[in-house]
């Protein structure tokens, strides 16, 4: 009888400890899951831009559009509702606010430092351990999470070097249309989705698409070039366009060139027939390497193919 209830013993204290590694292990996956939600709210918070402002190379975040963004996402992946957390702090760090990056951000509330180096959103909130994932701790912890524009360094030869460096023969160019424009993908003229409404490919939501895709087998980092001389305004990554270059053209006329593999030319400079913008490829939202070429006048979107 003794022997059968040390075994039990024994049994018992295996089971509990089992039981006690599976509940730590949860717990800290699960405090590693709100942060992953947490992210992706910045991320999607994040794409709420004033498109108008992109125009000037300026990137501003629409905080009202953004903070709705912010809490539908975070509380759709959570499953948390508005009464189990709390943002401590929401900080808009863009073109509006400050002018020059990096920038020393201070958080308000919470003892919280970093160096921003371009436009960010930070976002602090705070919960109690028990409102996700389960238990009966009151105990509340705060959690941070931010998502920064990447732009485009210049390289240290300078922007004249560069584009000395990267340029394609005026033959495989072909000529103007009417309008002054020349295609922008030397390599192929091959269009695979129109400017219009339309089911996004990857999101499934019905919006629209403001540019022209321009996709052939081959087309992953070749180069792409500007449809018209102009002024380099914006060369980095941008949510959703991945790595973009945006040219103005004067007017009000601004085109732009995204997913990019790689940027070969910086804001400020110059660019004109046969310099290189970039390298096509998929990044940001895509399906496969391709150029989104998009133009604007005023910053409302026209059909690119109204200009050819």
Known sequence: MEVILRMVFIA????????MNHDLTTKAQSLHYLKEDLEVAAHDAALDIVESELATGRIVFDQSK??????????KNSNLSSADYEIVEMHFLDHSTITTFPHRFEA???????????????????TKKNAYYGGSSEESFTQVASYTYQPQEQNILGVNAMASRANVSVAMIGNASSQGFHW????TDNVTSNFGMRTHPVTGERKLHAGTD??????????????KSGTVIFAGYIAGYGNVVMVSHGNGLETRYAHLNSISVAAGQEVGLGDVLGKIGNTGVGTGPHLHFEVRVNGVPYDPMTFY
């Open 12 to 19: 018992f204290i295996a089971i509990s400890g089992m039981v």
């Open 66 to 75: 953004a903070m709705t963004t912010f809490r539908n996402s975070f509380e």
């Open 184 to 187: 922008p993908v030397p390599f």
């Open 214 to 227: 321009i996709a052939t087998p081959g087309v992953f980092n070749t180069p792409t070039i500007p449809a």
């Open 108 to 126: 308000t509330k919470v003892g919280f430092s970093d160096v921003i180096t371009a436009p960010t959103i930070m976002a602090f909130i705070e």
